[in-house]
């Protein structure tokens, strides 16, 4: 690899500006802490202008171990990805304006760097580099309110990332044997006899833990609502969506996809119901949203791709408008719980009106953002006759109506008065969620810049949202869902909100696996402790030894009588006197 | 004949005309005030001689105007000017602090032969390593002997046991000299001259026998008296039981004069021409030296008493210095160079902080030393200091001499006694890391003859100490004085013994 091209490489990638930008705004002393975010701003916007100068290609060829790599690839896929992550990553830095600790605003600016390197990555080694970069800064993040609870949080959620980026160093390193290549392209899971290749197994588990495939989804529930307000929202975005990138690169079409989607939509609806903390329902929203994403990516073909992603780039916008909405009535009041929220549309209504505006986005209202990409993953999963994936998607849509779409405006502004009389929002917070609000309903009502952007276009071109069909089918399933929630709320069978906490399936490793681990460092520790005493038996029986020689009263430390000594220099000189007669056979030999 | 001329002769003469003038002063602070004016005097005297030989070479005096080889004469070259310096600084240091302790453990009435016995010592110290003629060497050798001798018996105050060490350090410093001189007599025989110049000259091509038992005598007469294991039992009771002040200025002295008086004698005087030097190098110094390393090491390891503790680890340390010789080489010498004067300015500040604890405590067993850090924080600090000096901490001079020893068993293919250096530091850990536990970590005793209001050292001891430790750092970073002379002296020795 010639240094020049690897130098010049990292100067135009829009990753490394940022991160760039990240560690200089980061840097800035503290007397001038109100510098960070507006700094990290324009270096987000240098690296936007340079992203678009770049244009489509192939940059910062390099070699390695003999195989090629490429530092940036910008297609149609990875460039809506790219762009939508600039997006978010602004939208956050000014939803999170009060926010001047060094730590948050390093992290919100090189957390989105890191997730936009994976995806600009052109081969399998670059993207695990940048993969491990998301991995450690999102754990600052995850830190970042500093409390016990949320160290812990995060060490776990370290241990998982990491392990994440193991399975795919371990795959790639696989694969290079298998194929002498780093190429991040389609890798198939299955080899031509049928069999599956351990190499793609293993890239393909590393890309399920961050898009948190069922059972492998403890995580994102976990650390995510234990950050900070804004640390939460930052967090929800780049890590799943850079997972799912990765699987609609590499494994599009897989069809053991579309039940692991499938079972990501339903799932999180049920425990999203029960659970208390909003956030924590958001946090099975994203498990929901995702499961969608992954159904698209496991039909496979053209139009569910870009179904997927088109679905990835607006869940992006609406999701964090959620997050923000709640976040927002977090900030004034101090909690993100059902049963400590209620009625506060009196005195938050433009808050209200944004968080109804994401509800009604992730609901796929039509004329919102959610309608317009949805549909393309539904028509998807129907072409191609998967009629048990195909209902299983209209039982989570409704269900995503119930605990996204209704729940959380509802309890946050609604339902019971909690009395909580807070201010409005922030003037900034309410800035970035005018402009989230503005991009769900402007996708929603003229989605032609999206399609465009999509990667593609062939089988976009005759797509029409806006059908009788796509309305009629979708205006029913929300109708009968909301009809259930009010006959649910009618009849007192709607889960109630109590302040409890839910299980869910990590139980079994933070319990039974805890003890499993706490026997093992037993047994581990009582035979250390048996080798050890073995030792210092030993030890003390050597010490004891030498401490008779060597001791106060030892031969070697007594006090000697004087006959001793002169007859011990007599000795000596004896010794002495014969080394000097030999001395010549010594020095001839 | 200005008395720049005269300049070799002062350290020798100055002491040895001032030492009776004690006799004549009341008895108390008048002889140490004499003798502490002395001993910066000679100081001074040394460092315009050091100044003057590493400007100027190689100094030749010729004692009485009788040229040499018939008359004395005082030869000065960068070596021994390095310990001249050494020796004099001690004193220079030693001679201020030792009032205050002196003054508690003998009696008042003694002042005056206790000050004129250090002066009469730093006499004949000093005319050791400024002499050129190995008889004088024999006499000023027996001059500072007796009058060490003489200053152990005076700890009797304080332990009578100080009485029975002075009386084997007698006899077996006189059967060293006896060896020595007898040495001396075969050199005699076989040359006709007692010069060491003139020596050298004579016994070239001179393998014989006589010549062979006279080198055996000297190696050995010297090798008692800087207390070569295994002929070093002597030492530990006679540094433990003499007065603190004069444990401070033997330890950091005696045996490094000692082995100067063996390196000069190995190189200026036989050469490397000779063909037995290698042999004994190789099958007495070798040995003697790494097991001296060790076992002193671990005897201090076990010591109760930290007086005795310190003794044995200066029985260690001589073993890094005949290590060094013992390589043959330039690097070596030097090693062994640096870590004589090295090692005397740890010695002689943790031998003044031991006399600073027996001062207020009365007693240098380790248990007195248990919670000291709280009582005695300046003499505590000055303790660790220099302790990890010893242990060879970087920013102290025992790095600086650990590191000399490594390069030069690097150097000289013994890449193991490099390793056996680490080892024994390790050790040097142990015996120094407990003495800082029960200074630092451990309460003051409760109850018992130790227990009490106890008070820092006063400041006669605490700035004289603090001196010394602070040569210790400075020396540590600043190493163009020691190391950098002893650089110099090294490779002059080693073309004046006929070698690379």
């Known amino acids: 690899m010639s240094a020049n091209s690897f130098l010049a490489a990292l100067l135009i990638n829009p990753a490394t500006i940022l991160t760039v930008g990240a560690a200089l705004a980061a840097l800035l002393p503290d007397s001038r802490a109100g510098l960070r975010r507006p700094f990290a701003l324009v270096f987000l916007a240098f690296s936007a202008v340079e992203l678009a100068r770049l244009g489509l290609g192939d940059y910062g060829a390099l070699t390695l171990f003999g195989a090629p790599a490429t530092m940036i690839r910008l297609d149609p896929l990875s460039r809506i990805f790219a762009v939508v992550f600039h997006i978010a990553a602004g939208l956050n830095i000014v939803y999170a304006w009060h926010d001047r600790s060094r730590m948050t605003v390093f992290a919100s600016l090189a957390y989105p760097a890191a997730a936009i390197g994976g995806v600009l990555a052109g081969d399998l080694v670059t993207l695990f580099v940048w993969w491990e970069m998301t991995a450690v800064i999102s754990a600052l993040l995850v830190f970042a309110s500093g409390t016990r609870a949320s160290f812990t949080a995060g060490m776990r959620y370290l241990a998982i990332q990491i392990l994440s980026g193991v399975l795919l160093l371990g795959g790639v390193a696989l694969l290079f044997a298998e194929t002498h290549s780093f190429a991040f392209g389609p890798i198939p899971l299955r080899d031509g006899a049928g069999d599956i290749r351990l190499s793609a197994l293993l890239v393909f588990l590393g890309f399920g833990v961050k898009s948190a495939f069922p059972l492998l989804h403890n995580w994102v529930q976990d650390a995510y609502p234990k950050s900070t307000i804004s640390g939460t929202i930052v967090l929800s975005i780049f890590t799943t969506k850079l997972a799912v990138y990765a699987l609609a690169r590499s494994f599009a079409g897989e069809p053991s996809l579309l039940w692991i989607g499938a079972i990501m939509t339903l799932f999180p609806i049920f425990f999203a119901l029960i659970e208390n903390d909003l956030r924590k329902v958001l946090c099975y929203s994203i498990n929901n949203q995702v499961g969608f994403m992954v159904v698209g990516v496991g039909v496979g073909t053209a139009s569910a791709v870009n179904g997927a992603v088109g679905y990835a780039f607006c869940n992006i916008i609406f999701e964090s408008l959620l997050f923000m909405a709640v976040g927002a009535a977090m900030y004034r009041t101090g909690t993100s719980k059902a049963t400590e929220l209620g009625g506060l549309y009196r005195t938050m209504p433009l808050t209200m009106i944004f968080c109804l505006i994401g509800a009604l986005s992730i609901s796929a209202?039509?004329?919102?953002?959610?309608?317009?990409?949805?549909?393309?993953?539904?028509?998807?999963?129907?072409?191609?006759?998967?009629?048990?994936?195909?209902?299983?998607?209209?039982?989570?849509?409704?269900?995503?109506?119930?605990?996204?779409?209704?729940?959380?405006?509802?309890?946050?502004?609604?339902?019971?008065?909690?009395?909580?009389?807070?201010?409005?929002?922030?003037?900034?917070m309410l800035l970035a969620m005018t402009v989230s609000a503005i991009l769900c309903v402007g996708i929603g009502i003229y989605p032609k810049p999206l399609y465009a952007l999509l990667p593609y276009q062939s089988a976009i071109a005759d797509y029409a949202p806006y059908s009788l069909y796509h309305i009629l089918e979708q205006s029913q399933l929300l109708l009968w869902a909301v009809l259930a929630f009010a006959l649910l709320v009618l009849f007192r069978l709607y889960p109630p909100e109590v302040p409890s906490t839910n299980l869910d399936t990590d139980w079994f490793w933070r319990v039974p696996g805890r003890r499993m681990l706490a026997w093992a460092a037993g047994v581990a520790q009582a035979l250390w402790g048996f080798a050890w005493g073995v030792f210092t038996r030993r030890l003390d029986r050597f010490i004891a030894r030498v401490y008779a020689v060597h001791g106060p009263e030892g031969s070697l430390a007594r006090s000697w009588p004087i006959g001793f000594m002169a007859l011990a220099t007599a000795i000596v000189l004896g010794l002495a006197l014969v080394l000097a007669f030999i001395s010549k056979l010594i020095s001839n030999t | 004949m200005t008395l720049a001329a005269q300049l070799p002769a002062l350290p020798v003469i100055v002491p040895l005309v001032a030492a009776p003038f004690t006799l004549l002063f009341k008895p108390g602070r008048a002889p140490w005030a004499w003798a502490s004016l002395i001993s910066w005097i000679i100081f001074a005297a040394c460092a315009a001689i050091v100044a003057h030989v590493a400007n100027a070479g190689v100094v030749s005096y010729h004692l009485g105007g009788w040229p040499p080889p018939i008359g004395i004469e005082y030869r000065i070259d960068l070596a021994n000017a390095l310990v001249l310096a050494l020796v004099s600084g001690v004193a220079a240091v030693v001679f201020p602090f030792a009032y205050q302790s002196v003054k508690a453990e003998i009696d008042e009435r003694q002042s005056p032969y206790f000050y004129g016995a250090m002066l009469i010592c730093l006499t004949g110290l000093l005319g050791v390593t400024i002499t050129g003629d190995a008889f004088n060497v024999f006499v000023f050798l027996e001059i500072a002997s007796l009058s060490s001798y003489a200053l152990v018996a005076m700890g009797a105050r304080r332990d009578r046991r100080a009485l029975t060490a002075a009386f084997n350090y007698l006899v077996m410093g006189t059967i060293g000299a006896t060896f020595f001189v007898i040495g001396l007599g075969l050199l005699y025989q076989a040359t006709g001259t007692l010069n060491m110049a003139d020596l050298h000259d004579r016994l070239v091509g001179q393998d014989n026998r006589m010549v062979e038992a006279g080198f055996a005598f000297i190696m050995i007469g010297i090798g008692l008296k800087l207390a070569m294991f295994p002929m070093h039992l002597w030492l530990p009771n006679a540094y433990a039981y003499a007065p603190s002040a004069v444990s401070a200025f033997i330890a950091a002295t005696s045996t490094k004069v000692a082995v100067y008086v063996l390196i000069r004698f190995f190189f200026t005087v036989f050469g490397l021409d000779f063909p037995f030097l290698h042999v004994a190098f190789a099958w007495t110094l070798l040995p003697v030296g790494v097991i001296g390393m060790f076992f002193a090491s671990i005897v201090a390891v076990f010591q109760e008493d930290v007086k005795r503790m310190l003794a044995y680890s200066s029985v260690a340390q001589i073993g890094y210095m005949l290590l060094g010789v013992s390589f043959g080489t330039q690097e070596g010498l030097a090693a062994a160079l640096v870590h004589l004067v090295n090692h005397g300015l740890m010695k002689g500040a943790l031998f003044m902080a031991a006399a600073c604890v027996f001062f207020r405590l009365g007693d240098h067993r380790c248990r007195a030393y248990e919670g000291l850090a709280r009582r005695m924080p300046f003499t505590t600090w000055a303790f660790i200091i220099s302790g990890l000096s010893l242990v060879g901490v970087p920013g102290t001079v025992g790095f600086i001499s650990k590191w000399y020893l490594i390069e030069a068993s690097i150097e000289a293919h013994r890449v193991w006694a490099g390793f056996l250096v680490v080892l024994s530091s390790l050790l040097a850990v142990v015996y120094v890391g407990r003495i800082i536990e029960l200074m630092v970590l451990r309460p003051p005793p409760k109850d018992g003859p130790l227990a009490g209001e106890i008070r820092e050292a006063p400041l006669s001891m605490i700035i004289p100490m603090w001196a010394l430790v602070a040569a210790n750092v400075y020396f540590g970073f600043r190493t163009g004085l020691t190391a950098g002379l002893a650089d110099q002296a090294a490779a002059a020795l080693m073309s004046s013994a006929g070698g690379g």
């Open chain 1, 365 to 428: 209202f039509p004329l919102f953002a959610g309608f317009v990409t949805k549909g393309l993953i539904i028509d998807g999963v129907a072409e191609q006759r998967h009629f048990w994936i195909w209902l299983a998607l209209l039982f989570a849509s409704a269900g995503v109506l119930e605990h996204a779409g209704i729940k959380i405006p509802y309890f946050t502004f609604f339902a019971h008065d909690s009395g909580k009389r807070p201010k409005e929002a922030p003037p900034m």
